[in-house]
């Protein structure tokens, strides 16, 4: 069946470090990608998405590319702040247009 | 643009009685999601609507829960004779079809209802 795998947490970096968040997932064709934050205390957002191979996402600073050769979707952003502490879902679509959803990975950034 | 609108935001109730949660979507949101959350996990499905039309329902659902969307706008998930593993945040989201005319995974959260059951 389809399924998502993300890089367990907490990621603990440094303010301005580069970050990435591994996503690698398995699904039928060629499905949507989407990257969703859970900022603390707020409901879930969308961050970015791509829906095809070799479109880039990007917004705030963060960037996935889909690549359709290694089903992946990596997130990565130059230098990260604070502010970007948060939990961050990979989530493709399946057959169905549904969201197929992990366990999200816990950012923590120190100043 | 008000959002997806959630109430109560918590609710503690004791075990053995019924809760309902309200979702007002985002308007002229055609499809609107139910989903549980707790610590540490991601999303976990329940239920989703396509105006009032209830279109799937996750197995993993106790014949306990009920949602509802009786004009295709707000939702009612009413969980009955709670449990204390009930207790989660309970999540919901609408979204709109594209131009296409294909609702994707964009999706627009609220903030979410959470459930304590002592």
């Known amino acids: 069946g389809n399924s998502v795998t993300q890089m367990e947490g907490p990621v603990t970096l440094s303010e301005e470090a580069f970050l990435t968040i591994n996503c690698t997932y398995t699904?039928?064709?060629?499905?949507?990608l989407f990257w969703y934050v859970q900022y603390p205390g707020e409901g879930l957002q969308l961050l970015l998405k791509?829906?095809?191979a070799d479109d880039k996402g990007s917004n705030k600073g963060f960037e996935a590319t889909y690549r359709k050769e290694t089903t992946s979707f990596h997130l990565e952003k130059g230098s990260v702040q604070v502010s970007d502490s948060a939990v961050y879902f990979c989530?493709?679509?399946?057959?169905?247009?549904?969201?197929?959803w992990g366990a999200g990975t816990k950012l923590i950034i120190k100043p | 643009d008000t959002g997806v609108s959630q109430n109560p935001r918590h609710k503690i109730t004791k075990r053995g009685q019924n809760v309902t949660f309200r979702c007002d979507p985002i308007?002229?949101?055609?499809?609107l999601y139910w989903y549980r959350q707790t610590l540490g996990q991601g999303p976990e499905f329940l239920t989703y609507?396509?105006?009032?039309?209830?279109?799937?329902k996750s197995r993993l659902l106790s014949d306990r829960f009920s949602a509802e969307r009786p004009k295709g706008s707000f939702s009612t998930l009413e969980i009955q004779r709670t449990e204390q593993g009930d207790s989660a945040m309970y999540l919901c989201?609408?979204?709109?079809?594209?131009?296409?005319?294909?609702?994707?995974?964009?999706?627009?959260f609220g903030e979410g209802s959470r459930l304590t059951v002592l």
């Open positions: 791509a829906t095809k």
């Open positions: 989530a493709p679509e399946d057959s169905n247009y549904q969201l197929i």
């Open positions: 699904a039928t064709g060629y499905p949507s």
């Open positions: 308007s002229e949101h055609n499809r």
């Open positions: 609507f396509q105006n009032e039309a209830q279109l799937e």
């Open positions: 989201a609408s979204s709109s079809p594209t131009r296409g005319g294909q609702n994707t995974g964009e999706l627009f």
